[in-house]
Every structure is written in structure tokens, then in C-alpha cells.
């Protein structure tokens, strides 16, 4: 018997307003009034909700009408199923065989993705109305049986990553958050063509596929420079990742969802002077502005003024313009100087709502930024203020979870072409990275060379459990030393297996036979081929 293809299944309209009731209903059911401590509440995603749905609808008897079921509606945003609501466990052989057996005797060609999709949407539909009945509900949460035989149900996951093949054919695995790991992050260095996108792909679908349905699901932002991951024509690697289009923000079509500035409400003045500077120095680095020492001050005081202005709630940057030209000598307020060309830049561009719409760290996000030139200030500026606004929140989170294995990742930020936000003493980067694994952050930063790293303002390789080395477009001599410890006889041959390095293959530091003393001091793996 041939397989239903399970992949590319659209939501129908409104899919999970429907499925509302019976979550609620659920959750109250499996969640206690009050919890341990460290012991967190069930969320159920909507993998899970779909899933449950799903099962119990095909476990009913009813009659199938292909008719009524032609009638549902499929999402306007093309929203899909992802694929792991049908893979989790091996189950896809299963559902196949539950579609057929349900719709024996009907003509359905399951050839045809429109019909499949409605189909799978029906059947999880008649789940939640089955579920709804009275008592229903309950008998099937009594005659649950817990299939995890390793205890670890309602556990943080262990995001032990198997990204690709070592020479040999071993398994090569990225640990994450075991115990004994320092920090989780991690640097790409390849040029173009190197497979660099296709590893970030890997990363991410490991990440997602290993923790989207646990109750420690880890989310991730996205700075897209290329557009590949947000271009529609990829729309099949969204489904990797556990998203759709919705998740693709596009500041050229409408400004980001969330204002980038901090809100001082009961906060002190210093809290505020404080930023000031800090917020000045970044505006002026983000597009190379030579000030005078004047000019500095000015900013600096326009940008306190501006948070008086609006009794410390998130300012503006048409605020700061007003408050930076009301402070200039009056023969100079017609006048632009390199501080107003960036700020008139910026207020152009929109590119800020004036208040939250969403957390940027409860969802998975792409910010689409092929639209902009990559070294400009504006590509600098998105940058900056989300890296900066995520510092924010990250502020106001608890220290992450631990168990006995392993320590609780939320999210990870994903910075493509990095070496745009490395030449400029980033602050929010160099926080970001610093607050680590005590909020349960991680980061990647992907250049093209590995020098990129050696920033005189702060050593990424110094800070990076996983620094991974593909092909290079020019090879530094200083940074092999540095990274792997070398010299002599390792350091040539470390500098000849980078220089050897295929599409698709890195090199990565082997940290045992660096403690040793003996044996290769890298690997070579061979990633997996995803997109």
C-alpha cells in the first residue's frame, strides 16, 4: 500500500479559533492550581492540539462526505501543518493508514493537495467536536498511556544536534545545553557557496524539531541579509523550522511590530543618562558619523530631554530630531549635520511601530532584510535596535530552568552576515552574548571569512562553544593560532585541511586531542543536506 504524502498540508481558515475550546478544556484538565517550584504550567502548542484532535477524529466511525468536506475553506495566508504534527515518533505509516481505512470506498485522490489538505483539516475538526462531548474528553485523558520509558516526560529536552557525518560516517552531534557545556555559541565562518545557509537550516530545524514539542520550546529570530529564508519561492523551508509566512517581518512593506526604545517608567535618572550615552555612540557608529565632542553632548542631552518629553515611556526617533535641533544654536537648526542625516534616515524608513505588538522571544521571527544594502545604516540600525530590544526583554526573565542533564534554552538569535554589526563597538551584541545562558539565550553569527571575528572591540572566538570553519575565501594565520592553539606541524595541517574544505563540509575544533596533546587537533564533518 503507497503512503499518503503528509508534507506541505495547508491549515483551513480560522483552524485554530476552532480548536480553542478543546485547548482551554484540556489545559485545565492536566494543569494543577499550583506547581512545584521550577515546575512549569502546560501550554499546548498547536502541533499538539492538532495532533490530539486529529487522532481522535479518525477514531471515530462517522460517515465521511467528500462534499461537505470540498467546503472547507484552506487559509488566504497559505498557514501550514507542519510536518512534524505526522512524523513525531515514527507515526506516519499510522496516519496513512487511518486516512485510507476512514475513506475506503470514497474517490479521493490523494494525489491532489487541496483536497488532502481539507481532508486533514476535517478530520482534526471532527476531533475537537468528539473531544467536546460530554465525558468524552475525560475518558480519553484516563486511558492515556505515558509512552516516555525514559522518564523524561515534561523535561527540558536535550538539543543534542546531529548535524552531518565526521570521515568516517560517525554521527557528529552539536550538544547544546548539557550541563557541562560552557555556553552555546556558535560561529559559521563561510564564503559564498561554502553551504553556509544550508547549515544554519540544519541548526535550526535540529533545534526546533528537538524541543517544539516539550514544554521548553525554543524559539529564534532570524536576520535574513540574503532573502533566501523569506523568499516565497522557499516557502517549503518555513515548514523546517515550524513556521510560516506569518513569521516573516518586512520593514520595507510595514514597520516592525515593537518600538526598539526602552521604557524608563520608575526608573531612575541615571538608568536614563546612562542609556543616553549609550544609545548616542550607536547612532553615530551605525553610520560612521565623525561628531565633534559637541554634538556628542547634544544627542546625548536630546535623547534625556525626549524621555521627559514623554515622561519616560519609549521615545521616538522624530522626538530625538525635535529635541537634538531645538538644542542646536538657531543660525544652525535649518542646517542637516551627520546626526540629523541619520536620524532623517531612520524616521524615513519607518521602520519602528511606537509600541509592542508582539514579544519578539514568545514566537519565531525572519526579518526580511535583502531590501537594504548590507553595510548601510539602515541594515545596521534594524540590527542594532532588535538586538538591543531583545537585551530588554531578556532583562525582566528569570534565570532558565535546570535538571539533572540538561539547562533550558529559549531562544536563539541568528545574525547572517555578521561582520556588518562586528567592525563598531556593539554594545547590545556584545550584552546579548553575555547574558548567555543565565536568561537561556544563544546566539549564531555567520560571516564569510574567519578574521571577521578578531574584532578589536571584543574576541567572539573566545566567547563561542562552536566555532565552525568552512570554505574560505582567504585564510588567516593569526586566527587558526589563536582558535585551535597550534603551531608547527598542526597548525599546517589544520591550514591545509581549511584550505581542502568542500561545499558542505567544516572543520571544528577537537577538544579532546586539544587537551591531550595528541592526535588531530579538528575535525572535518560532512553536514547534512537539507535545503
Same mark, same amino acid.
Given at each position: ?353 511606537? $509600541?509592542?505588538?508582539?514579544? !519578539?522571544? #514568545?514566537?519565531?521571527? +525572519? =526579518? %526580511? ?6 553595510? @548601510? ?118 591550514? $591545509?585541511?581549511?584550505?581542502? !574544505?568542500? #561545499?558542505?563540509?567544516? +572543520? =571544528? %575544533? ?6 591531550? @596533546? ?14
Amino acid at each position: 500500500m503507497s503512503l499518503i504524502n503528509l508534507q506541505n498540508i495547508r491549515q483551513a481558515e480560522g483552524l485554530m479559533d476552532e480548536l480553542q475550546e478543546i485547548r482551554s478544556k484540556i489545559e485545565q484538565r492536566i494543569n494543577l492550581e499550583n506547581y512545584s517550584e521550577n515546575q512549569k504550567s502546560v501550554f499546548l502548542s498547536g502541533n499538539k492540539i492538532m495532533r490530539i484532535c486529529l487522532l481522535a477524529g479518525l477514531s471515530s466511525k462517522e460517515h465521511r462526505d467528500i462534499i461537505s468536506i470540498e467546503q472547507i475553506q484552506l487559509s488566504k495566508t497559505s498557514n501550514r501543518i507542519f510536518e512534524t504534527l505526522f512524523t513525531l515518533n515514527n507515526l506516519g505509516t499510522v496516519y496513512s493508514a487511518l486516512f485510507k481505512m476512514r475513506y475506503q470506498g470514497l474517490e479521493v485522490e490523494w494525489e491532489n493537495s487541496v483536497l488532502k489538505s481539507k481532508i486533514v483539516n476535517a478530520e482534526i475538526i471532527r476531533g475537537s467536536k468528539v473531544l467536546l462531548k460530554d465525558n468524552v474528553l475525560d475518558d480519553w485523558l484516563l486511558n492515556t498511556v505515558n509512552t516516555y520509558g525514559s522518564g523524561r516526560a515534561g523535561t527540558i529536552p536535550v538539543l543534542n544536534l546531529n548535524i552531518g557525518n565526521y570521515e568516517d560516517d560517525i554521527p557528529a552531534f552539536l550538544n547544546l545545553n548539557g550541563r557541562d557545556i560552557q555556553n552555546t555559541q556558535i560561529l559559521v565562518a563561510g564564503t559564498t557557496g561554502s553551504g553556509k545557509s544550508n547549515l544554519l537550516a540544519v541548526l535550526l530545524n535540529g533545534i526546533r524539531a528537538l524541543s517544539i514539542e516539550t514544554p521548553y520550546p525554543v524559539n529564534f529570530l532570524l536576520f535574513d541579509y540574503k532573502g533566501e529564508f523569506s523568499d516565497p519561492a522557499n516557502n517549503s523551508w518555513l515548514n523546517l523550522f515550524e513556521i510560516d509566512r506569518s513569521a516573516i517581518l518586512d520593514p520595507i512593506n510595514s514597520p516592525l511590530p515593537f518600538t526598539p526604545f526602552k521604557d524608563f517608567i520608575g526608573k531612575a535618572q541615571n538608568e536614563i543618562n546612562l542609556y543616553s550615552t549609550e544609545l548616542s555612540n550607536a547612532l553615530c557608529a551605525i553610520d560612521r558619523a565623525t561628531i565633534s565632542a559637541n554634538m556628542s553632548n547634544r544627542l546625548s542631552e536630546a535623547i534625556i530631554n525626549s524621555y521627559k518629553r514623554t515622561q519616560n515611556k519609549p521615545v521616538t526617533f522624530e522626538i530625538i530630531l525635535r529635541e537634538y535641533t531645538s538644542a542646536q544654536p538657531e543660525k544652525d537648526r535649518d542646517k542637516d549635520d551627520s546626526i540629523k542625516s541619520v536620524l532623517k534616515q531612520l524616521i524615513r524608513t519607518n521602520l519602528f511601530a511606537t $509600541e509592542d505588538h508582539i514579544n !519578539l522571544i #514568545k514566537d519565531s521571527y +525572519i =526579518i %526580511k532584510m535583502d531590501g537594504f544594502p548590507k553595510d @548601510g545604516p539602515i541594515a545596521k540600525a534594524i540590527v542594532y535596535f532588535i538586538v538591543s530590544k531583545l537585551n530588554i526583554i531578556y532583562e525582566h526573565l528569570s534565570k532558565q530552568a535546570v535538571d539533572d542533564e540538561s539547562v533550558e534554552l529559549r531562544h536563539f538569535t541568528i545574525i547572517d552576515e555578521a561582520h556588518y554589526m562586528l567592525g563598531f563597538d556593539n554594545k547590545p551584541l556584545r550584552d546579548l552574548i553575555a547574558t548567555g545562558r543565565n536568561k537561556g539565550l544563544s546566539i549564531i553569527l555567520a560571516t564569510q571569512n574567519m578574521d571577521s571575528y578578531k574584532s578589536e572591540y571584543f574576541d567572539f572566538y573566545a566567547n563561542a562553544q562552536y566555532p565552525l570553519i568552512m570554505k574560505q575565501q582567504s585564510i588567516n594565520d593569526g586566527v587558526i593560532k589563536d582558535l585551535f592553539g597550534v603551531s608547527g606541524k598542526d597548525f599546517q595541517e589544520i591550514k $591545509e585541511a581549511i584550505a581542502g !574544505l568542500q #561545499k558542505g563540509e567544516l +572543520i =571544528i %575544533k577537537n577538544p579532546t586531542a586539544i587537551a591531550l @596533546g595528541i592526535g588531530k587537533k579538528y575535525k572535518k564533518i560532512k553536514v547534512s543536506h537539507l535545503i
